[in-house]
């Protein structure tokens, strides 16, 4: 994209966001008068949403989440907790896949790195299940809902074509390992395995492990054309810290928006920063305030408490009162001062949003990717 067309892109980006901000958007409901110790009431809901929407049965749909060791789950404690209440208010299904639990995962997964090692669990857990679930969200263990007003069904694109959904983290230019909103079909567990598999031919520098490789994958499965695939790979070889990363990812970044904006056939979508369709962000990007948009929000640890998380409910949780159909949320009572408005957290992730799209620009031109004016190069040569 020439400069000129990028920042009229901005511009108009910045106008549909503030669109959406003013609009009446389907969560009106967590109020964004003054927060008070009130439960919530989602009347944005239904009844039926409990049991389906979108023609999605809510049954249909799970949420897993691994865990590698029984002492992290005293860590993601408050995470899992408010995942598993969402889940038994919406009758959705959640799964904690425990990596030593059953052989299978031993036999067909021998993958050292535990990260990748997830994937292949999950890809056989979705194959055991393929009779029982449809749609599978994805979730680090330290990801909590912080708003449960939300429908799973409403982060589920509507084109037919898209089978996985990905999103770009705000803090720099990457894709997202943590979490991802994928149908039970082929092709994603497909990919889960190609990815899994990953493991099996890092190069031998600070790859990042499963989050530097799912970049490398797409550009696997998306180009077809070898030279096209491996475009970025020596960045990758060369890296030896995290900036080089960096600068890997965003290389794999320009060359996939290059001559698309969904990947391999459309079947793979990821989400930009911003985008209204996203339901997960980093906590400590707001210093864990939070609006009514927000759903859920990544970095729930308590061993990181006060530190870049606060804890933001009232109260523990009591998993018995997080009833199926239930559109009270007895457990969702939050700390007052954490509560913002939508317009509020939208300006503080926008200004973070236009800073790492400049850094972006720059480093591009500095990794000699496109000319000084911002424009691509092509065979070298700027145009
Ligand atoms: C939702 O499903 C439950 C059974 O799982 C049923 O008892 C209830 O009537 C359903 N509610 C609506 C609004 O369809
Ligand atoms: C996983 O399963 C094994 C064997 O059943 C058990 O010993 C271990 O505590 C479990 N770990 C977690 C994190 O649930
Ligand atoms: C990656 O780096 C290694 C040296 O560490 C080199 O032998 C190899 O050829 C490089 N591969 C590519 C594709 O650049
Ligand atoms: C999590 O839920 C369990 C079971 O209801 C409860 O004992 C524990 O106190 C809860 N912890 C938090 C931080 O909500
Ligand atoms: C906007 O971002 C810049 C760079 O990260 C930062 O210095 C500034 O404080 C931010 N302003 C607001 C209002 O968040
Ligand atoms: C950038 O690439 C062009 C074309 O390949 C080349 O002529 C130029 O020397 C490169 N500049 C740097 C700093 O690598």
Redesign the pocket.
Known sequence: MKKGKQKVYLFLMYFFILAQTNSAFHIDSVSTKEPTEESLFCNNLNAEDFNESKRIPNSRIIIVATVEKQEHYDDYMIALNSTKCYASHFGYSMQLLNVTDKPIYQRDCKHPDFFFKRHCILGIFMKEHIQDYDYILYIDADMGIINPCHRIQDYIDKSKSIEMIFYERYFNYEFAAGSFLIRNTQFSRSFLKYWADYNYRLPDSFHGTDNGAIHQVLMELHFFDPKDKFQCFHLWNISKGYDDLFSYEACTKHALYSNSVNFINNKVKILPKMDPQRWVRDTWLTDTKWSPRDFMLHGWKISLSLDTFMYPFLDKFDLTKCQHGDNKFENFKYVPELVKTDEEIH??LL??TL?IHAKYNNLLKFLNITCKDGSRRVNGECM
């Open positions: 300006e503080i200004n973070k800073f």
